[in-house]
Antibody
Framework: QVQLVESGGGVVQPGRSLRLSCAAS????????LHWVRQAPGKGLEWVAL????????YYADSVRGRFTISRDNSKNTLFLQMNSLRAEDTAIYHCARDLGGYLNNWGQGTLVTVSS | SYELTQPPSVSVSPGQTASITCSGD??????TCWYQQKPGQSPVLVIYQDTKRPSGIPERFSGSNSGNTATLTISGTQAMDEADYYCQAWDSSTMVFGGGTKLTVL
């Protein structure tokens, strides 16, 4: 079955960096676009970024553009999110999700990022 | 930027029909999908491409989309349907979520 497992979250000071990973299994990783979606504590879902199946196209929410970079390694079935210049408002659970055609049919359990001094 | 507006909360009695709306400019021209999220869990897709149900989603979940409003309808609502529901659409190459609706079954 499809599995997406995020890792790399933790507590980080404002202005610092963090790299999230999402290990995938149970499907042909290199055939699907992937997303990062976050959810601040007690808040709604917020789309963060999208990467095409081959990594050639990347799109970002305005709130993270220029600070976050999405990437993937199709040889290792892994998705990444490099987060720089972190702010308190980036505190959230970060989920990776598989795109089946504009909708997200598989989600990971998420990894918590806390930005605090 | 494009916005999707949902009511913060909807209440329904068990066995009755719940309707959750999602409004956006010319939303009917876009595909809309819906996610269910229970406390402490990841979201689950319940409707995609306006009206389609993924495998394993009960038939009591249905969707529609016309004009400026998409609607998720839950017929014969059960206690297990109590959750947060989010609509989602695309604007250019940006995915947009609604603010979410808390469905209470009481």
């Amino acid at each position: 079955q499809v599995q997406l497992v995020e890792s790399g979250g933790g507590v980080v000071q404002p202005g610092r960096s963090l790299r999230l990973s999402c290990a995938a299994s149970g499907f042909t990783f290199s055939s699907y676009a992937l997303h990062w979606v976050r959810q601040a504590p007690g808040k709604g879902l917020e789309w963060v970024a999208l990467i095409s199946y081959d990594g050639s196209n990347k799109y970002y929410a305005d709130s993270v553009r220029g600070r976050f970079t999405i990437s993937r390694d199709n040889s290792k079935n892994t998705l990444f999110l490099q987060m720089n210049s972190l702010r308190a408002e980036d505190t959230a659970i970060y989920h990776c999700a598989r795109d089946l055609g504009g909708y997200l049919n598989n989600w990971g359990q998420g990894t918590l990022v806390t930005v605090s001094s | 930027s494009y916005e999707l507006t949902q009511p913060p909360s909807v209440s329904v009695s068990p066995g009755q029909t719940a309707s959750i709306t999602c409004s956006g400019d010319k939303l009917g021209d876009k595909y809309t999908c819906w996610y269910q999220q229970k406390p402490g869990q990841s979201p689950v897709l319940v409707i995609y491409q306006d009206t389609k149900r993924p495998s394993g989603i009960p038939e009591r979940f249905s969707g529609s989309n016309s004009g400026n409003t998409a609607t998720l309808t839950i017929s014969g609502t059960q206690a297990m349907d109590e959750a947060d529901y989010y609509c989602q659409a695309w604007d250019s190459s940006t995915m947009v979520f609604g603010g979410g609706t808390k469905l209470t079954v009481l």
